[in-house]
């Protein structure tokens, strides 16, 4: 016999399948499409499909020996948190890949995975070929203490739900509520990576590309912005929206809610306290400032809030407190250009052939 976490030989394929944790996965199917926005992401994000050797970042190396000290030490540090933070997101699908068992979900979190490969691979690129010695600027990424604390709170969420993952793989816990709840937490931690971390550490190096500088880096980290936002975090929101309509998502939701006001919280404060290790030196910003960086990052923080419906005392902003990120960066795909640019924009299967069947004369 097929152990059924393999194939599911025995699937009911009548019956509506259940994100996470539901019965075990049968043939691949299209046929029964359950929850079709997240089809339409998981194909979106095929279509955005890109390589993180596209842009040439041989004028980041000039820009990194001749820009001032504060700028050099600003991009370093941002640049390092975002390393490791993609390093951590492109390793999490084998714990997603134990909890899912529906194939629209499974298929866009294997997908969603892959890109994060994609965005941790271009931070690697950036600092190899902008760097005489680039092994001396990743052990001095590495070392950057500041910026694995900024990720203590939601890597041990992830860590936990690995464990969890890990020992209902082998049949060490049973398929009840407080599994499900660390599935269910470990979506909740990447939207709140997703939607709060990424976003904040997005604003610095989006605003001192601003000002002309590391134009490459500024354009290949724009597109891991657009993935980010456009994909992981609408997918993170979508799959969690659906289980939270779910009897067990319900009672998650509800067992796990403390947990969620915490992990949020906790992720907010540590990327205030980031903002301020940024600047710690007397570092300057060109076009922003600590406090404009702590307004973004709580208007990012407020969608989060929103998307729970969770009540908090936080007074957050009324508007965009940096507009120019998304007029000029994040509304990416959206200004014209002239064919002869490389943009870097382009998309893969968006194309449809209308031919079929024609026989077409041609006399050579």
């Not at 269910?184 to 931690?189: D, I, L, P, T």
Request: glycine fraction near 4%; hydrophobic fraction near 35%.
């Amino acid at each position: 016999m097929i152990d059924s976490k393999i194939l599911n030989t025995d699937k009911d394929y009548s019956k509506r399948s259940n994100i996470l944790l539901g019965d075990e996965r049968g043939l691949f199917d299209t046929v029964h499409n359950d929850f079709p926005e997240i089809w339409k992401l998981y194909k979106g994000m095929k279509a955005l499909d890109w390589d993180a050797n596209e842009f040439d970042y041989t004028s980041c190396a000039n820009d990194f020996q001749t820009c001032d000290p504060s700028t050099y030490r600003l991009m370093i540090k941002t640049l390092a948190f975002q390393w490791e933070a993609d390093s951590v997101a492109a390793r999490t699908s084998p714990i997603s890949g134990i909890f899912l068992t529906n194939d629209q979900a499974w298929a866009a979190d294997q997908r969603i995975s892959d890109n994060e490969v994609v965005h941790a691979e271009t931070y690697s690129e950036i600092v190899r070929n902008s760097f005489k010695d680039p092994r001396v600027v990743m052990d001095e990424v590495a070392k950057i203490e500041e910026s694995m604390q900024r990720l203590t709170t939601v890597s041990e969420v992830l860590s936990k739900s690995r464990n969890t993952a890990l020992k209902y793989g082998l049949g060490l816990v049973e398929n009840n509520q407080d599994t499900y709840n660390d599935a269910f937490m470990y979506y909740v931690a990447l939207l709140a990576l997703e939607r709060i971390q990424f976003m904040s550490s997005f604003a610095v190096t989006f605003t001192i590309c601003d000002t002309g500088l590391f134009q490459p880096i500024g354009k290949a980290v724009q597109k891991i912005a657009k993935d980010e936002l456009k994909i992981h975090v609408e997918y993170r929101k979508e799959l969690l929206r659906a289980e939270m309509k779910t009897e067990r998502g319900k009672t998650a939701f509800q067992q796990c809610y403390n947990k969620i006001c915490k992990l949020i919280s906790e992720v907010d404060e540590g990327e205030d306290f980031f903002i301020d290790y940024l600047f710690e030196d007397g570092d300057e910003l060109t076009g922003s400032s600590p406090e404009r960086l702590k307004a973004w990052k709580d208007w990012c923080v407020k969608d989060v809030y929103e998307f729970f419906d969770i009540k908090t005392d936080k007074v957050f902003p009324e508007k965009d407190p940096l507009p120019f990120l998304e007029k000029r960066w994040l509304k990416t795909g959206k200004t014209q250009v002239s064919p002869q640019e490389e943009t870097g924009a382009y998309q893969v299967n968006v194309t449809k052939r209308n031919d079929a069947g024609i026989t077409f004369d041609c006399d050579f």
